[in-house]
């Protein structure tokens, strides 16, 4: 749609005739839809499905975060670890054994991690965004496809991420995307900058730029994404290695080797209750147990540890009616009975 609109106003008649109905209907078909899949609407009945209601609890539980929490969020990655305490009765009656680790729209997953001034980093830099791109096809003559597909990735990115998870193949690329509109944009500023009118014509003139060596500027680059990848490697391999060791244990069926590679630095508390459920499974309910212990030691918010403590520990045990105290904490919508 953004390529189309970009080709019809290439010319004046179609910018002042064609384009202005074209984005009035584009507008009125989104908002149907919109309309549509939050059961409003004659599109009600063919859009509106129950993972769109399930999306909105999700929303509904991140905006009850950042209103909590508006200043640090709830903590970076832990969406997951609240959802149950923020989410309303309604989704407690509806889907009660329904979770998710994500808000399933990149804005409010970011608020609700980061709180306010994170959301507001990330809003700050989408109109960034939308301004480079305006600034630059202003300046531009005629049409730069590349770059008209550069921002229609972006754009198709950023909807997206409206009513999605920040999936790491499509995050990467949006945020590539953004940096090179950006970056374009501030690399081409003096080079159509400045304009006379002669004649009814539009004479584009050159700025003075600053020159730069280019063996310089490519040392300098070749250096920092060097630097850059080699940072990234040694904050990620640690991850990669005790992921890629713990699917090694699983495949080799033995317990030990599940509880050495769940308990590997550095440990992840779903690894763990993976782990834990597995042994449980087995019969191997001590060593569950102290696997489970181990992740709330941890991490004490997360709800799934204490809902398998609920089943690992015998009701007579005295610590039975803490783990209900801290189950109930977590899931008020949908407390232990």
């Given amino acids: 749609i953004v390529s189309i609109l970009f080709f019809i106003q290439d010319?004046?008649?179609s910018r002042r005739f064609v384009v202005a109905p074209f984005i009035c209907s584009f507008?009125?078909?989104?908002?149907?839809?919109?309309l549509g899949t939050l059961k409003i609407?004659?599109?009600?009945?063919?859009?509106?499905?129950?993972s769109v209601r399930q999306r909105g609890y999700y929303w509904d539980a991140a905006i009850e975060m950042i209103r909590s929490h508006p200043i640090l969020g709830v903590g970076l990655d832990s969406y997951g670890d609240w959802y149950y305490r923020f989410r309303s009765t309604e989704a407690a009656l509806n889907t009660p054994n329904t979770s998710s680790n994500t808000a399933h729209n990149v804005f409010l997953d970011l608020g609700a991690s980061g709180g306010v001034p994170l959301l507001l980093i990330y809003i700050i830099l989408a109109l960034m965004t939308i301004h480079s791109s305006v600034k630059y096809l202003r300046r531009s003559q005629g049409n730069n496809w590349s770059y008209n597909a550069l921002i229609a990735s972006w754009i198709g990115y950023l909807a997206q991420s409206v009513i999605s998870i920040n999936q790491l193949g499509l995050a990467i690329w949006g945020?590539?995307?953004m940096g090179a509109i950006i970056g374009i944009e501030f690399k081409s500023r003096g080079e159509i900058l400045n304009s006379d009118h002669?004649?009814?014509?539009?004479?584009?003139?050159?700025?003075?730029?600053?020159?730069?060596?280019?063996?310089?500027?490519?040392?300098?680059?070749?250096?920092?994404?060097?630097?850059g990848l080699i940072i990234g490697s040694v904050i990620t391999f640690p991850y990669f290695a005790a992921d890629s060791n713990f699917r090694s244990a699983l495949d080799s069926k033995s317990a030990s080797a599940i509880i050495n590679a769940a308990t590997r630095s550095p440990t992840v508390s779903a690894r763990n209750i993976q782990a834990a459920q597995i042994l449980a499974a087995n019969n191997l309910l001590y060593e569950a147990k102290e696997l489970t212990e181990?992740?709330?030691?941890?991490n004490p918010k997360y709800f799934n540890a204490w809902e398998m403590l609920v089943h690992l520990v015998p009701e007579t045990?005295?610590?039975?009616?803490v783990i209900i105290e801290n189950y109930n904490k977590l899931n008020p919508g949908r407390p232990f009975k």
């Avoid at 507008?27 to 919109?34: D, K, N, P, Q």
């Avoid at 004649?199 to 630097?227: A, C, E």
Wanted: net charge positive.
């Fill in 294 to 298: 181990r992740v709330i030691e941890d």
């Fill in 41 to 50: 609407g004659p599109l009600a009945d063919t859009l509106y499905k129950t």
């Fill in 198 to 227: 002669a004649g009814g014509k539009t004479i584009y003139k050159n700025r003075p730029l600053k020159v730069y060596s280019k063996d310089k500027s490519s040392v300098t680059s070749v250096t920092s994404v060097t630097i």
């Fill in 27 to 34: 507008g009125f078909l989104v908002s149907m839809a919109i």
């Fill in 175 to 177: 945020w590539i995307a």
């Fill in 11 to 13: 010319t004046k008649f």
């Fill in 317 to 321: 045990s005295p610590d039975y009616s």
